[in-house]
């Protein structure tokens, strides 16, 4: 799996790896930005780059 960019300050995400494929894709973790401090998660194989501001307004609902 290719490392993504932060889609707020375009720097580098670190990446937590919960649950592997056998293909040892990724299918469940986390990117996590230290610049932003925001994790990004990971579900079925895809990454939720969704900017911080957006999740927050999907958890205020
Ligand atoms: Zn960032």
Redesign the pocket.
């Known amino acids: 799996m290719q490392i993504l960019a ?1 889609p ?2 375009k ?1 580098e995400l670190s990446l937590t790896i919960e649950e592997e494929s056998e293909k040892e894709e990724v299918v469940s973790g986390s990117l996590y ?1 230290s ?2 401090q ?1 994790a990004y998660p990971i579900a079925n194989g895809i990454p939720n780059l969704l900017p911080p501001d957006m999740n927050q307004e999907t958890q205020g609902q």
Do not use: T, W
Request: with cysteine.
């Open positions: 932060c707020v300050c720097g930005c610049k932003c925001h």
